[in-house]
């Protein structure tokens, strides 16, 4: 199950006519090769692991991992951190890293943190895609989203109509880009494709669905089958802006599994690497489609690492990675430097050459991952 963070959401009702007048923004001139946008999130992944692979203490805790230790070892062991994060995330570590940009390595000064006070999912995500760390928005059982997003606001401008996709693991982002206002295609959660022309391998998925188990309750489903349905959609549509959250991470660490959580990380870098190798083989994306990858949160410290929450230290420390043809190749960010989760909306769209305005305030975005 999802961890559950109940608050009191009660919001002032607010008169929201003005927001007709911001409604449509045209797009500016493009200015940048990137003309499609893959984001991906693994909830709550540490940017300890991105960083530094698998931690010792962890890896070596009987009531963390019930995998022998030769195997786990041999999976996630190296001297020194470089290695053990290339064995860790291969993809992230041989090609984002010689291709994209890198952010959040704390332990060389370069830090990204979340602005939401909460520091838990829903808030989190509508940060990412908002833009806005809106303090109202303090529970994952939060209504839908009154807050537009980036995807919604893309998904209005001329050449994207119905060409934003969105496929989760967590079923909470009907509510959290806010289905029913943003008209987005969301398939989420143990969600059936109801679409109507329906190929055989997205009829076998939907068949296969019921027979999963719901090890993380019913409300969220196992990102192996998010992952499937995503790419078939992608390969069947060809979406200019589509959106994968992945869910595995973020509860195998509930769970206290860290031999899972460490192994959910590496197939979720398996799963951007076959995303990006079909990308790059597509002539639709080929050398003009932009990956952004990121978290929610992150998580505590030593016997708190199955954790987080706005009490729980380092739950508020994130990272992220970027790619495409319009990003320099710096690798790993080693400057100091400090950005915040709250810019991701904006940095999507300013690839897109768009800038994102909205009926609520939106950050600024990372100049330095758009490369002009
Ligand atoms: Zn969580």
């Given at each position: 199950m999802k961890c559950r963070e109940h608050r009191l959401f009660a919001r002032p009702k607010i008169i929201?006519?003005?927001a007709i007048l911001v409604a449509t923004i045209p797009a500016t001139a493009q200015v940048r090769k990137t003309e499609n946008i893959f984001v991906v999130t693994t909830d709550g992944f540490r940017w300890k692991e991105l960083f530094n692979g698998a931690e010792r203490k962890l890896l070596t805790d009987k009531r963390y991992v019930s995998t022998d230790s030769a195997t786990l070892d041999n999976a996630f062991w190296a001297a020194t951190s470089d290695e053990r994060r290339k064995k860790l995330m291969p993809f992230f570590w041989n090609t984002i890293a010689n291709h994209g940009q890198l952010y959040?390595?704390?332990?060389?000064?370069n830090l990204m943190n979340v602005?939401?006070?909460?520091?838990?999912s829903y808030p989190g995500y509508n940060e990412i895609f908002t833009g806005y760390p809106d303090s109202l928005v303090n529970s994952n059982d939060y209504p839908p989203n009154p807050n537009e997003n980036v995807l919604e606001f893309i998904n209005r401008q001329n050449g994207f109509k119905n060409k934003v996709s969105v496929f989760a693991s967590w079923n909470a982002y009907y509510r959290i880009l806010n289905s029913e206002r943003s008209g987005l295609y969301i398939n989420s959660g143990w969600s059936q494709l109801t679409d109507n022309d329906l190929n055989e391998t997205q009829q076998m998925l939907n068949e296969q669905q019921p027979y999963l188990p719901r090890i993380f309750g019913s409300t969220e489903r196992l990102d192996a089958s998010t992952f499937f349905l995503a790419k078939e959609h992608i390969k069947k549509h060809h979406p200019r802006v589509f959106y994968l959250a992945l869910i595995d991470t973020d509860a195998f660490g509930h769970q206290g599994k860290y031999d899972l959580y460490l192994n959910a990380a590496h197939n979720v870098d398996a799963m951007i690497n076959d995303l990006w190798s079909f990308i790059q083989h597509d002539p639709f994306y080929k050398d003009k489609t932009t990956l952004i990858v990121t978290t929610d949160h992150g998580r505590g410290e030593n016997e708190k690492w199955t954790g987080h929450y706005s009490n729980i230290e380092h739950s508020d420390e994130i990272w992220m990675a970027v790619m495409g043809p319009d990003t320099k190749p710096l690798g790993e960010i080693k400057t100091n430097g400090q950005v915040y989760q709250q810019q991701v909306a904006a940095t999507i769209s300013s690839f897109l050459g768009m800038q994102f305005k909205s009926n609520h305030p939106v950050a600024k975005p990372i100049e330095s991952a758009l490369g002009k």
């Open positions: 929201v006519a003005f959040g390595n704390r332990s060389i000064g602005k939401n006070i909460y520091r838990f």
